[in-house]
C-alpha cells in the first residue's frame, strides 16, 4: 500500500510539474506575441510619421462589422488576450457613441467627399440605436456630401440604415429581409413536469411574464395584450422612417401574406426584383458594376474600386483639453446584478462607485446617467438610485437619458433623476417585482434521495434539494409585495404622482418612451444630445466638456486590452466559428436563457426584470 503511494505521488508530482510547465509556456507565448504586435503598431506607426503623405479625398466607408453598444463589455484582459491568441471567438462590439461621432467628424472634414454604407457584417440593433445613427447620417447629407448604401442582401437593421441613403444599390441576387418585430420565448412547464422539477414563483404585476415560461406552456392572454401595444407601436415608427426616406407606401413595407404571394409571383419569384419594383432599392448590381459606379462618383483608385478609408482606420479626433466644467457621463448597459460589474451586466456597486466618482469630483457640475437595461436585482437598483440622491443632495443635477430598454430595474435606477428623458421608442414602465426559486425534491426522490434534518427555524436548510417549509411560501410572497409597494412608492414620490396612479401604469406593463411620457414616467421625448443639452442647462453650464466615466483598468489590463484589441482590426486575428443559422439561433436562445439565469444574485431574491423586452434578434 506505502509502494502504491509513493507511485500516486511521483504521478500527481509530474503532472504538476506537467501543468507548471504548460502555464508558463502559454504565459511566455502570450508576452512575447504582446512584443511582436507592439513592433508592428510602432513599425507602422513610424513608417507613417516618417513618410507623410497628404491626405486624399475620399469617401468615408461605414463597414459596421458586429453589434452596437452602448459600452463595450469589460472582459477580462488576460482571458481576452489568451482567447485571440488561441483563435477563440472574440466579437467586436462597435460602440454607439463613437460611430456618430465618427460620422460627424466626417461631415466637417473636406477630405471626405461622401458616405458609402456597407452594412453586410452588422447585426440586429434596437430601433433606438439605429435612430441615433440615422439621426448623424442626416446631419453628414445636409452638408451636400452623397451616401450610397450597397450590399448583397439586407436584414432588417442594415436596411433601416440604408434606406437613409440617396442611393440604394444590391446584388442581383439578393434580398431585403423585412421580418418585423417579436418577443418570443421558450416555455418549460412541461419539461419541469416530466422531470419532476418544482418551481416556486412570487411576484407582483398582471403583467410580469417573466416567470410564464417556468409556469406556462404559452403566453398569457395578458401578456399578449401588453406585448402587442408597444410591439405595433415600434414597427409602425420603423415602417414610418422606412416610407418617408424612400418616398413610397407604407403598406409595401408590411404586406400581408396574400398580397406579397401575388407580387413576388408577378416577379417570378425574384425577390431582387421584388424589392427594386417596391422602391426599396434603385438599382441591382453586380459587384465589380456597384465598384465602378462608387468610383465614377468618388474617384477611382486605380485598382478596379473607388477611394474610401473605413470607419476602423479613419480618425480625425483632436485631442482637446478636459474643460474645467464637466458633464459626467455613467453608462449603465446590461442586466442590474448585485455586487461588481462582470461581463455585460451592470454591477450596483460598480455603477455606485461610478456615481460617487462625479459627486467628489469639483469639475463636474452634472451627471447624464445613460440606461440600457432590462433591470435585474431589486437590491442593487437601489444601492444606484441612492447614488443618485446623493449627487441631487450635492447640488448636481443628474439627467437620465434613456436607450433601448430602461425597464423594471431600468426604471427603479431612473425615478429619482431631474429629469428623465427617452425616445418614442424606448421601451420602458415594467414596474414589478418577482422571485423564484427551482427545488429538486421530487425527482430525488425518484430516484431513492431524500433531504430530512431539523433546524432552530423554518429557513434553515431552504435550498434546491427539499420541499419548502409550510409557511416559507407566504413569507417570501409578503416579501415581494412589500418590494412592489416600495417600487410604486418611489415612482410616486418621485414623479409626483399618486400611488393609485402608478398602480395604473405598473403591474408590470411593459410601455414606450411615447406612451410612458403621455403617463407621467418621463419628462420629454429625446435623445443623448438632448440629455447633454438638458443637463447644461440645469447646472446652468455654457462651456463644458463630457466626462466619459468608467471603471478603470491596471496599467499593465489596458496595455493588454489595447494591443490586443488593435492587433485584431489590422491584422484579423479574430476569428469567428460559423454555425448554421438554425443552430445559431438555438444557441444564442440557450445561452441567453442561461446568462439569464447567472445574473440572479439578489441577497433578497427580489427581482425587477424585463428580459422580454428585446423585440429584435442579435
Request: charged share 20%; hydrophobic share 40%.
Amino acid at each position: 500500500m506505502k509502494t502504491l503511494f509513493k507511485f500516486l505521488g511521483n504521478v500527481l508530482k509530474w503532472c504538476w510539474k506537467l501543468l507548471s510547465f504548460a502555464r508558463q509556456l502559454v504565459l511566455n507565448l502570450i508576452f512575447i506575441a504582446i512584443f511582436v504586435m507592439i513592433y508592428y503598431v510602432m513599425t507602422d506607426d513610424y513608417v507613417v510619421k516618417q513618410e507623410p503623405v497628404e491626405q486624399p479625398v475620399q469617401a468615408l466607408l461605414l463597414d459596421i462589422s458586429g453589434p452596437i453598444v452602448e459600452k463595450q463589455r469589460r472582459i477580462d484582459p488576460y482571458d481576452f488576450a489568451t482567447r485571440n491568441l488561441f483563435g477563440q471567438q472574440v466579437e467586436f462590439e462597435n460602440v454607439l457613441f463613437d460611430i456618430v461621432e465618427q460620422i460627424r467628424e466626417a461631415a466637417n472634414d473636406d477630405n471626405i467627399n461622401g458616405m458609402v454604407l456597407s452594412l453586410s457584417d452588422m447585426s440586429e440593433t434596437s430601433l433606438t440605436k439605429l435612430r441615433y445613427i440615422a439621426k448623424a447620417i442626416n446631419e453628414f447629407k445636409a452638408t451636400g456630401k452623397p451616401v450610397v448604401a450597397i450590399g448583397g442582401h439586407y436584414n432588417q437593421s442594415q436596411y433601416y440604415l440604408a434606406s437613409y441613403a440617396d442611393e440604394v444599390y444590391m446584388a442581383p441576387d439578393g434580398a431585403v429581409l423585412l421580418r418585423g418585430y417579436g418577443t418570443y420565448n421558450l416555455y418549460f412547464k412541461d419539461l419541469l413536469d416530466k422531470l419532476d422539477i418544482t418551481t416556486h414563483v412570487f411576484r407582483v404585476g398582471t403583467y410580469k411574464s417573466f416567470v410564464e415560461p417556468y409556469t406556462r406552456t404559452e403566453m398569457s392572454n395578458e401578456a399578449r395584450e401588453s406585448n402587442a401595444v408597444w410591439l405595433n407601436q415600434l414597427w409602425g415608427a420603423f415602417v414610418e422612417d422606412v416610407a418617408s426616406n424612400r418616398d413610397i407606401d407604407a403598406d409595401r413595407l408590411s404586406p400581408n401574406t396574400e398580397t406579397l404571394l401575388k407580387e413576388l409571383k408577378a416577379a417570378n419569384g425574384d425577390f431582387a426584383l421584388l424589392a427594386q419594383r417596391l422602391g426599396l432599392v434603385d438599382e441591382l448590381l453586380t459587384r465589380q458594376q456597384i465598384r465602378s459606379k462608387l468610383a465614377e462618383k468618388f474617384g477611382s483608385d486605380g485598382e478596379d474600386s473607388f477611394n474610401y478609408v473605413s470607419m476602423y482606420d479613419y480618425s480625425s479626433f483632436q485631442f482637446n483639453m478636459p474643460k474645467a466644467e464637466q458633464i459626467a457621463v455613467v453608462v449603465a448597459s446590461g442586466a442590474i446584478v448585485d455586487g461588481f460589474e462582470s461581463e455585460g451586466t451592470v454591477g450596483g456597486d460598480t455603477t455606485a462607485a461610478l456615481l460617487r466618482d462625479a459627486r467628489l469630483n469639483d469639475a463636474v457640475k452634472a451627471v447624464v446617467l445613460r440606461v440600457d437595461s432590462p433591470g435585474g436585482s431589486a437590491f442593487a437598483s437601489e444601492v444606484i438610485r441612492n447614488e443618485v440622491e446623493a449627487l441631487k443632495e450635492a447640488g448636481k443635477p443628474v439627467v437620465v437619458s434613456m436607450s433601448s430598454v430602461a425597464a423594471s430595474g431600468g426604471y427603479w435606477i431612473s425615478t429619482s433623476a431631474d429629469r428623465i428623458l427617452a425616445q418614442p421608442t424606448t421601451i420602458t414602465g415594467s414596474i414589478g417585482i418577482f422571485g423564484i426559486l427551482t427545488t429538486f425534491e421530487d425527482a430525488l426522490a425518484k430516484y431513492g434521495v431524500y433531504n430530512d434534518g431539523i433546524g432552530t427555524t423554518p429557513f434553515a436548510g431552504v435550498g434546491v434539494t427539499r420541499a419548502l417549509p409550510e409557511g416559507v411560501s407566504d413569507i417570501m410572497q409578503l416579501g415581494i409585495e412589500n418590494g412592489y409597494q416600495r417600487f410604486i412608492g418611489l415612482v410616486a414620490s418621485q414623479r409626483n404622482l399618486s400611488i393609485e396612479d402608478v398602480d395604473n401604469v405598473a403591474q408590470g406593463r411593459v410601455w414606450t418612451g411615447y406612451d410612458a411620457m403621455k403617463r407621467g414616467l418621463v419628462d420629454q421625448l429625446g435623445d443623448f444630445d438632448d440629455a447633454i443639452a438638458v443637463a447644461a442647462e440645469l447646472a446652468q453650464l455654457e462651456d463644458y466638456s463630457l466626462n466619459w466615466l468608467e471603471e478603470p483598468l491596471t496599467p499593465a489590463q489596458q496595455f493588454i486590452y489595447d494591443f490586443v484589441n488593435q492587433a485584431i482590426v489590422k491584422l484579423d486575428l479574430g476569428m469567428n466559428v460559423k454555425l448554421s443559422p438554425i443552430v445559431q439561433q438555438f444557441a444564442n436562445t440557450a445561452v441567453n436563457e442561461i446568462n439569464t439565469l447567472n445574473n440572479f444574485n439578489d441577497p433578497n431574491g427580489q427581482y425587477a426584470l424585463c428580459p422580454n423586452c428585446s423585440y429584435y434578434e442579435n
